[in-house]
C-alpha cells in the first residue's frame, strides 16, 4: 500500500500471467476482496479470454491474510462467481 496523505491511499491490485510474462495491475483505494475480483475480471475480459479462449482451468494464487483469507466466506463467493463466469 501506498499512502500519501494530500493524495490519499493507493493500493495496486495484480493479476500476472505466468504463461505470456505479462502482468495487469490495477489501483484502488483499500484491499477489499471486492476489488480483487473486479481486477480479476477486468483482466479476464481485456487480456485474459483473448489469450486462453476455451480455458479448462485457471490458477489463481492470492495472499492468505485479512480480507483474502481462507476463512471470509466473501473472498470464496466471489471467486465462485467469477470461475463460475469464465466457465472454468
Known amino acids: 500500500m501506498i499512502l500519501i496523505k494530500e493524495l490519499g491511499r493507493a493500493v495496486p491490485y495484480g493479476v500476472y500471467d505466468l504463461a505470456a510474462n505479462c502482468g495487469w495491475v490495477s489501483v484502488g483505494v483499500d484491499h477489499d ?11 479476464w475480459h481485456t487480456m485474459g479470454k ?33 470461475v463460475d463466469e469464465i466457465a472454468v
Not at 61 to 78: H, P, Q
Open 33 to 43: 476482496t471486492a476489488a480483487f475480483a473486479v481486477t480479476l475480471r477486468r483482466w
Open 50 to 82: 483473448a489469450r486462453y479462449p476455451k480455458p479448462r482451468r485457471l490458477m489463481i494464487t492470492a495472499d492468505g491474510g485479512g480480507s483474502n483469507g481462507a476463512r471470509v466466506r466473501l473472498w470464496k463467493i466471489e471467486l465462485q462467481k467469477f
